[in-house]
């Protein structure tokens, strides 16, 4: 007895048409002849300038490095989390003490109880922009030796206390 066997059939290819500029950043090379639109963006004709106080801006400046420093240094395990707790939203906390455990667990170390990094973060600079009186985005650019990182921030005045409502590290 034979047992005869069914050939899958042959799939047919679809014809994909290719673009000329395949493989290449397609860029429109050609000046613009039309002045752009407005957007709302910083620079634009209708962008909102806030009147900020000199003193306000260095101090809000200096506290954001202290405050991406530490926070540095907690993922690190240089530091406690519990450190910056009453300056940061629950959510930023989390995130801050699971980081700070995940890398301890590659580093085989218990975070926050003693130095452990062999490199020390360094804020190369901190860039501010002030959104409103009660809120202050920041860019942060931080070198571990010859690699460099950036991270972003937000912190809102809650109260009486600035706090970091968002950081995020790329």
Same mark, same amino acid.
């Given at each position: ?11 047919? !290819?679809?014809? *994909?048409?290719?673009a000329e500029s395949q493989g290449t950043l397609a860029l429109a090379l050609l000046p613009r002849q039309e002045p752009p639109e407005p957007s709302g963006r910083a620079g634009s004709s209708n962008a909102v300038v806030l009147p900020i106080d000199r003193r306000l801006r260095r101090t809000i400046d200096e506290?954001?490095? !202290?405050? +991406? %420093? ?6 690190? $395990? ?13 959510? +930023?906390?989390?995130?801050?003490? !699971?980081?700070?455990?995940? *890398?301890? %667990? ?9 130095? *452990? ?8 600079? *901190? ?8 809120? +202050?985005?920041?860019? +942060?650019?931080? !070198?571990? $030796? ?6 972003? /921030? ?15 590290? /790329?």
């Amino acid at each position: 007895m034979s047992v005869s066997r069914i050939q899958p059939p042959e799939p047919t !290819r679809v014809a *994909v048409p290719v673009a000329e500029s395949q493989g290449t950043l397609a860029l429109a090379l050609l000046p613009r002849q039309e002045p752009p639109e407005p957007s709302g963006r910083a620079g634009s004709s209708n962008a909102v300038v806030l009147p900020i106080d000199r003193r306000l801006r260095r101090t809000i400046d200096e506290w954001t490095r !202290r405050y +991406v %420093q530490a926070a540095l240094e907690i993922i690190g $395990g240089d530091r406690p989390a519990a450190q910056v707790l009453r300056w940061t939203s629950d959510e +930023v906390y989390a995130d801050l003490r !699971r980081r700070a455990w995940l *890398v301890g %667990q590659a580093g085989e170390h218990q975070p926050g109880l003693a130095r *452990v990094q062999p490199v020390r973060p360094r804020l190369h600079s *901190v860039h501010t922009c002030f959104l409103s009186d009660t809120a +202050v985005e920041c860019s +942060v650019h931080v !070198r571990y $030796g010859e690699r460099g990182r950036a991270v972003a /921030a937000r912190f809102e005045r809650i109260r009486e206390h600035w706090i970091c409502t968002a950081l995020d590290f /790329a």
